[in-house]
């Protein structure tokens, strides 16, 4: 099925994939209006997401995700960037899959580790061991991403810019929208 031209475009991977900058930089190019929704969870909640884990813990933040989902994929036209483990509920994949033109990015093991070694901002690496569990979300996500990607972009050490060219190129027609100069991209 052809996606509608004011369809959602979601963007989905690990954490540290660049996710949000390759969004921005997508919805500028394509005209659209950019949405990131850990950003949206915090903007909502009025905390930043670790005070959300610290508190109500993974299962209770995936609720709150799954909630700010549903309702930034009622918007049309957006380039929408989710958490990375957004995938983890069969609900919000089979929404993500039903409502939005899916684009994985897809991240080696290696290269998401050099991106995320030094961040103290991802909860879920708050271990004492964040190498091995960065591994583990990675093996058990992965085929969740595959499973409702409509496009995958590889993203090795490609500067973003690329990989904004790469997923514009691979668009269905109807999905490239005019962008600010009013010329088809």
């Not at 690990?14 to 209006?33: D, E, I, N, Q, Y």
């Not at 670790?50 to 380039?79: C, D, H, N, S």
């Not at 690329?162 to 514009?168: E, N, P, Y």
């Not at 190129?169 to 010329?183: K, M, N, S």
Request: glycine residues 10%; charged residues 25%.
């Amino acid at each position: 099925m052809t996606p509608e031209p004011d369809t959602p475009i979601v963007l989905i991977g690990m954490p540290g994939s660049g996710k949000s900058t390759v969004g921005r930089r997508l919805a500028a190019a394509l005209g659209r209006r950019f949405v990131d929704s850990d950003r949206e969870l915090e903007r909502h909640c009025g905390v930043p997401v670790a005070t959300i884990f610290e508190y109500e813990g993974e299962p209770g933040f995936r609720r709150r995700e799954a909630a700010i989902i549903a309702e930034l994929l009622a918007e049309p036209g957006t380039v929408l960037a989710t958490g990375g483990g957004s995938v983890v509920s069969p609900d919000t994949r089979a929404l993500l899959a039903a409502r939005g033109y899916v684009v994985f990015l897809e991240v080696t093991l290696a290269e998401l580790w050099r991106r995320v070694r030094r961040n103290s901002n991802r909860p879920l690496l708050q271990t004492s061991d964040p190498h091995a569990r960065l591994a583990q979300l990675w093996a058990d996500r992965t085929p969740w991403y595959r499973e409702i990607a409509d496009l995958t972009v590889f993203g090795a050490r490609q500067p973003a810019g690329q990989m904004v060219a790469d997923i514009i190129a691979q668009l269905p027609v109807g999905l490239q929208l005019p962008g600010r100069d009013g010329e088809t991209m």
